[in-house]
């Protein structure tokens, strides 16, 4: 099957369970950005994020016995919850790995939808690889890869179709499709959407500072890794690299990468919150951040931007309305 | 006209103008609740709020020239944006009469739609009827009432053309419909698409204490007013008491009312920001607060909700953040 069949397919196998999020906009955002702003809210999809999507696209893939003995993920939360939640649809276990570290909501959140949750300490170096594949070969479990895994892949491309379609209701035909970028899954299943549904349509990566990884590679030609592995705001999307599926695919179809600062983030979650009454993550809100605070990297009439989750601590939101809710 | 053929009227010149909101859900909020709840995010509508329907609903109805002159409205803040954005989109003149005392973010949002701003002091007992009526003689311009207009009525009743329709795909026949109610012109007109729709769900207005004339007015069956008329969290519903024209619709049509304390707004403003990833006003969060508190003063295993705004300070959400945004 072709990338874009398998999209397709993902898409049909979704319907009814997925949530089909709309494109959305405001004349304040306009104003920043100076072109028109269309966001795509993956908060509001289930277990707020886009990863549900792929979660549920590859548990729904797998055979029924393969299904039954369970899915294994690693994931520091939002495609945990992705897979915990399809996983709990299909009836079958799950058991995820996640860094002690992971924000609290989201380790709570994981348990909460059923899935076994077993920890490891990253900073201190803990193999999580290691540690994973005992488990996997103890319980025969299948392991649903958060980004280099081609029915992931699939998933997080029903956004791209969403994307294509919405934008052509709208007369969109040429613009920037800002993605935020962690191993890449999300962009690279954005960008087959688009390469075979709106070809004017162009997707670009967009990280924080000190992790961004593909937007490095892509500049380069090659992997580059991050130095760092952890600690910032952004942990929805910090990967130590791109991956080997989605590296590729992404230096054929995507323009180049765009890095925010994670000021920038949480002044964009305080935009998100004060203009679109929606909640971003900090990593959520670093495609909106590069289109309102970096417009002179894009040309055209309009731009649009994914906020790829909501899963936030309330002390990370706080500082983000401290700082910026004032909306001066 | 029926008031059923006004509310589709209404659809009809709303249509590609306002946006179609989803029912939403978690399945944190059910384990609350004890039942399905399903959502309504009306905060997710142009300029925050369900207001911009009425405020189109009624612009649009008038004719050319009347319409030309300009619109006048009074309002603590939503349906003031909801009329600015509905006259600028009709480029025509839109002067609002709002207390001083209202939410700064209202204030300065009605004014960035293009409105002209005419503030007063509700608190002082400065008489906003004289200031209004002496203005509107001055500039020959149109009353838009806040809730106690027809048409005004048959635009917020567009909400309840689609949780009738939504209702019906996910096979939902009966249910209390829990609304956010301030003089009742959503309530009403949701009443009244619901009676002609969806007979088997009934809209029960929601409201917070010391303001609960309506839930008062429909115990006694005759108009009662609330003794104090500002200072409440709750602003986007605070009103005097209930319409001429919208009480006896709710009347008719309405179970008992709902009222919940000011905390449990906040505690449902954090429930929405955690698990539906949306901004909630106090006001706004009335309805889901009753859903989640109120469970045994409702019966059945759904219930549907109205968010009826987001427009609200950053200082009063992350009130509800600090005291209630650990979701424990």
Tied chains: 1, 2.
């Excluded at 299909?90 to 790995?97: E, K, T, Y």
């Excluded at 961004?212 to 705001?233: K, P, Q, Y």
């Excluded at 309102?292 to 601590?313: A, K």
């Amino acid at each position: 099957m072709s990338d874009i069949d398998m999209i397709r397919a993902a898409a049909a196998r979704l319907k009814g369970h997925a949530r089909r999020t709309p494109l959305l906009s405001s004349p304040f955002l306009d104003r920043i950005a100076g072109r028109r702003v269309w966001v795509k809210p993956e908060c509001l999809q289930h277990t707020g994020s886009f990863k549900y999507r792929g979660g549920y696209a590859a548990v729904s893939a797998l055979d029924n016995a393969t299904r039954a003995r369970g899915v294994l993920a690693f994931s520091s939360g939002n495609h945990a919850q992705g897979v915990a939640l399809a996983a709990a649809q299909h009836d079958v276990p799950a058991l995820i790995v996640m860094p002690a570290d992971a924000p609290s909501m989201k380790i709570a959140n994981t348990r909460a939808l059923g899935a076994e949750v077993v920890l490891y300490d990253r900073v201190a170096g803990e193999s999580r690889d290691e540690l994973g594949a005992q488990l996997k070969a103890e319980r025969n479990l299948t392991l649903i890869r958060p980004y280099d895994e081609p029915q992931v892949i699939a998933g997080q491309g029903t956004t791209g179709l969403e994307i294509a379609e919405d934008a052509a209701l709208r007369g969109i035909a040429r613009a920037d499709v800002l993605v935020c970028c962690g191993g890449g899954g999300l962009t690279s299943g954005i960008a087959l959407a688009l390469e075979a549904e709106a070809p004017g349509l162009t997707a670009r990566p967009c990280e924080p500072e000190e992790f961004d990884d593909v937007t490095r590679s892509l500049a380069s030609g090659e992997i580059r890794a991050n130095t760092r592995i952890s600690g910032g705001l952004c942990d929805a999307i910090i990967t130590p690299q791109p991956g080997d599926i989605t590296f590729p695919i992404m230096r054929r179809l995507c323009g180049p990468g765009l890095v925010v600062s994670e000021e920038e983030a949480l002044h964009a979650m305080a935009l998100a919150w004060g203009r679109l009454k929606l909640v971003a993550e900090p990593g959520g809100a670093v495609a909106l951040a590069a289109a309102l605070f970096r417009p002179d990297q894009m040309t055209g009439d309009d731009v649009i931007v994914t906020i790829s989750g909501g899963n936030v601590d309330a002390n990370v939101f706080q500082r983000a309305l401290s700082s910026y809710g004032g909306l001066e």
